[in-house]
Structure formats: structure tokens, C-alpha cells
């Protein structure tokens, strides 16, 4: 779930410390829970917000951090997001040593896929070994959030820290499923908990899934935890916890009162279509926790060469109207209506169509009267005419997923949506 924190000052970063450092963006997972979205894309290439990938939100904070190294291990029906990374981030120069480079699994340590988020950097560990980075940071490819990453950095090396682990207060976290730590004073990591500890009076933290290592201490603790035959390779789970008690590990709490420029301490696990559906929806609040429009931190993505957006009146004399919704571009509403809702590119609305509380993918058609409300509709869908969704969970159950907070989704390319 969503929460959001103080406002981050300015703070200098050596440029050294930021240019011995490789991104590892763990993009593979197949997003079960994220289905039919996930049906033909892998998760972290989800679409989100009317224009962007859900990846493009940790890729943007390497950007603004000053981070120009990136491997981004792929893995489940990563054709998306690869041609999404070329298509938006072959930005940066490799004679300089910069890049953004996709790795799917390269099956030099068996002929299984990855096992677990230490076995996916652990399977990639020769491109370790012989890069010249001394730390190496670890992120997830799948969450939405602003961070400066040069401030974790700084961090890491104030304390001395063999690992440092972004978190945030346990109070404050309210999604199910993280790992939960529990620090001392000096924000040293004493133990790593699969729930948080009976004990209230005990400080503790859950991770955010990312993670700073010295590089040397990484490669070891992979190549252990590769021996251990009852180990689960999680990279917290096991490796982190592994280390705790013989090394320095550290938590950085997410949302401090440093940062070289301004963040709104937001930060969202897409773990179901609920969540991604409740973040879009965060998009549209009068006041969003997260601001897209941040100007000094911009969220990077591909942009098609779609005309703007514009509202038509309908053949039957109806004005177009969008209240309260984001409209992205090539998109027309010709005499429909559309409330509180997420279009993005060149979606058509049809006369007398009304569109309320949904997210509509990329080139979806909406037919003339037809109603739908608490959709997520993918890619290239078409509605026929005077179709009605969102106002019968029975009827809706017999073509569509309805997720427990009965928010209806809809799979690609379905030409076949009909009253």
C-alpha cells in the first residue's frame, strides 16, 4: 500500500561513489496476480499512470541518481519490456561505459531458470566478477516510487556498511507479504523476520526490496548461498540474513529528511490487480501522493508520435466530456463521457459511451452507448455498442477476472466484448 514521508533537503553526493556503482533491476517475475495483464508481458513492462511502464519509475530514479550502469535481468515474456527499453532508454552513451542492458537467463550455471532473486543475480555472475563496480545495488523492477538512490549510496558509506537495506517504519507499512527487520538505535540490522515480532516496544522496519552490497561481499554471499542445498536463494531471505550477524548491515529509512532534490515519499508494491488498480486511482486524488508532474524529477518513457488528444461533439450532437481523468495523446472522446479515469494513447470513446473509474490501455475502442465502470481494459480491446460492464458481478464473472475489491479486468486484443 501507498504512504508518504517528509520532504528531502538537498544533499551533495561524491560523483566517485555514484560511478563505482552497477544497478542490478530484477524485472523477471511473471505477475501471476497481475493476469491477464501479465497474460502476454512480464510485470515489471505492465503499462501504468496513461503513458508509462511500471519499470520506467526505478529506471528514472537511476537516471536522476546519477546512475549509468544498469543490468536488467529479464526472464518471463520479457519481448515488451525489451523493445520498451530500446525504445525509451537507449539514452545513454557506451563509449562513455554507460548503459541499460537486458539479460535474460543465460543458463550458465544449469539449464533451470531463475530460482529466486539471488539465483537470478547468482546465474549473471560473471558480469559481476569482471565489472569494475565496487558496490553494486539491487532494485526491484516492479514497484512505483521516487527515490534518489545517491542518497542510499552516501549512506552506505557513512556507516561503513557491508549492506544497506531500504525501509520504512513498520507502523507506516500497511501491504502484507515484506520482510520485516528489526534495528537497533544506530539503525544496525539485527534480525530479519518473515512478520513482525510480538514485541511493540522493539523497533522495526519493513524492506523495500532494495539493497546495497560492497561488490566483493556480494559475489561471496552468492556463491554460498548457491551451495546451500536447503536454502530458498531469496537475496534478503537468505543471502542478507545469512550476513547479519557477521557483518555490517544497515537500514536506510525511506522518505528521511536528506535528499538533493524533492520527493514525495511515495512508494506502492504492484502485488495484485487491486494495487495497480488503487495506484492509478492515487493519480487522480486533487492532491496525488505521488506527483507526476514533478518537474525536477520527471518520470522517463517511449512517447509514440500520436496527435493530441481532443474531445469531439458525436454525431448525435453530444459534447465529448473528460472530468477529473487523464487523457494521453491520439486518444478522441466523440461524444461520450469519461469520469474520474485513466485513458491512454489513442483510445476512441464513442457517442452517448460513458467511462467511469477506469483504466484504458492503449488503442481500446468503446463503442457508441456503451457503459462501463471499474474496468481495466489491455490493449486493443473493443467494445460493441451499448455494451454495459461493472453493474452485474454475475454476468461480468462469466467473460471477465473480477478481483476481490470487484474491480473487472480484461484481457488484449479481445474483439469479442458484446452486451
Given at each position: 500500500m501507498a504512504f508518504?514521508?517528509?520532504?528531502?533537503?538537498?544533499?551533495?553526493?561524491?560523483?566517485?561513489?555514484?560511478?563505482?556503482?552497477?544497478?542490478?533491476?530484477?524485472?523477471?517475475?511473471?505477475?501471476?496476480?497481475?493476469?491477464?495483464?501479465?497474460?502476454?508481458?512480464?510485470?515489471?513492462?505492465?503499462?501504468?499512470?496513461?503513458?508509462y511502464r511500471i519499470i520506467d519509475f526505478p529506471l528514472s530514479n537511476c537516471l536522476h541518481s546519477g546512475l549509468r550502469r544498469a543490468l536488467v535481468l529479464t526472464?518471463?515474456?520479457?519481448?515488451?519490456?525489451?523493445?520498451?527499453?530500446?525504445?525509451?532508454?537507449?539514452?545513454?552513451?557506451?563509449?562513455?561505459g554507460e548503459y541499460i542492458t537486458a539479460v535474460p537467463p543465460q543458463m550458465r550455471t544449469g539449464s533451470g531458470w531463475y530460482a529466486g532473486t539471488a539465483d537470478a543475480i547468482y546465474q549473471n555472475l560473471y558480469l559481476l566478477e569482471r565489472n569494475p563496480a565496487k558496490y553494486v545495488i539491487v532494485?526491484?523492477?516492479?514497484?512505483?516510487?521516487?527515490?534518489?538512490?545517491?542518497?542510499?549510496?552516501?549512506?552506505?558509506?557513512?556507516?561503513?556498511?557491508?549492506?544497506?537495506?531500504?525501509?520504512?517504519?513498520?507502523?507506516?507499512?500497511?501491504?502484507?507479504g515484506c520482510l520485516t527487520l528489526q534495528v537497533d538505535d544506530?539503525?544496525?540490522?539485527?534480525?530479519?523476520?518473515?512478520?513482525?515480532?510480538?514485541?511493540?516496544?522493539?523497533?522495526?522496519?519493513?524492506?523495500?526490496?532494495?539493497?546495497?552490497?560492497?561488490?566483493?561481499?556480494?559475489?561471496?554471499?552468492l556463491s554460498k548461498d548457491h551451495e546451500q542445498a536447503q536454502s530458498s536463494h531469496?537475496?534478503?531471505?537468505?543471502?542478507?540474513?545469512?550476513?547479519?550477524?557477521?557483518?555490517?548491515?544497515?537500514?536506510?529509512?525511506?522518505?528521511?529528511?536528506?535528499?538533493?532534490?524533492?520527493?514525495?515519499?511515495?512508494?506502492?508494491?504492484?502485488a495484485d490487480l487491486d494495487d495497480f488498480y488503487e495506484a492509478n486511482m492515487d493519480l487522480l486524488k486533487p492532491v496525488p501522493p505521488i506527483d507526476l508532474y514533478q518537474r525536477d524529477w520527471p518520470i522517463r518513457t517511449h512517447q509514440p508520435q500520436y496527435p493530441p488528444a481532443r474531445t469531439v461533439p458525436g454525431v448525435l450532437g453530444n459534447e465529448g466530456i473528460s472530468i477529473n481523468s487523464i487523457i494521453s495523446s491520439g486518444t478522441v472522446i466523440a461524444g461520450g463521457s469519461v469520469q474520474k479515469s485513466i485513458l491512454f494513447s489513442n483510445v476512441h470513446i464513442g457517442d452517448e459511451?460513458?467511462?467511469?473509474?477506469?483504466?484504458?490501455?492503449?488503442?481500446?475502442?468503446?463503442?457508441?452507448?456503451?457503459?462501463?465502470?471499474?474496468?481495466?481494459?489491455?490493449?486493443?480491446?473493443?467494445i460493441a455498442a451499448a455494451t454495459k460492464i461493472g453493474f452485474s458481478a454475475s454476468e461480468d464473472g462469466k467473460q471477465f477476472k473480477i478481483t476481490p475489491n470487484g474491480v473487472i479486468a480484461i484481457g488484449k486484443s479481445r474483439s469479442d466484448v458484446k452486451p
Open positions: 508518504a514521508f517528509r520532504t528531502l533537503n538537498s544533499l551533495n553526493t561524491g560523483h566517485s561513489m555514484i560511478e563505482e556503482t552497477l544497478a542490478i533491476i530484477l524485472a523477471g517475475g511473471a505477475g501471476e496476480s497481475l493476469s491477464p495483464l501479465t497474460d502476454e508481458r512480464t510485470k515489471a513492462a505492465v503499462p501504468f499512470g496513461g503513458k526472464q518471463y515474456k520479457s519481448h515488451s519490456l525489451q523493445k520498451h527499453l530500446r525504445d525509451a532508454w537507449s539514452i545513454y552513451n557506451p563509449e562513455l532494485l526491484s523492477g516492479d514497484n512505483i516510487y521516487r527515490m534518489d538512490y545517491a542518497v542510499l549510496l552516501q549512506q552506505h558509506l557513512k556507516n561503513n556498511a557491508d549492506v544497506t537495506m531500504a525501509c520504512v517504519d513498520s507502523a507506516a507499512m500497511c501491504a502484507t544506530e539503525q544496525r540490522v539485527r534480525a530479519c523476520l518473515q512478520q513482525a515480532p510480538d514485541d511493540v516496544d522493539k523497533k522495526t522496519f519493513s524492506s523495500l526490496g532494495i539493497y546495497i552490497f560492497s561488490k566483493d561481499l556480494l559475489v561471496e554471499a531469496g537475496l534478503a531471505t537468505d543471502v542478507i540474513s545469512g550476513l547479519i550477524d557477521s557483518h555490517r548491515v544497515y537500514a536506510y529509512e525511506f522518505g528521511a529528511s536528506e535528499g538533493r532534490v524533492s520527493q514525495d515519499g511515495y512508494w506502492r508494491n504492484i459511451a460513458v467511462v467511469e473509474d477506469s483504466i484504458l490501455f492503449d488503442g481500446v475502442k468503446v463503442g457508441d452507448g456503451a457503459h462501463i465502470r471499474n474496468c481495466i481494459i489491455d490493449k486493443d480491446v473493443v
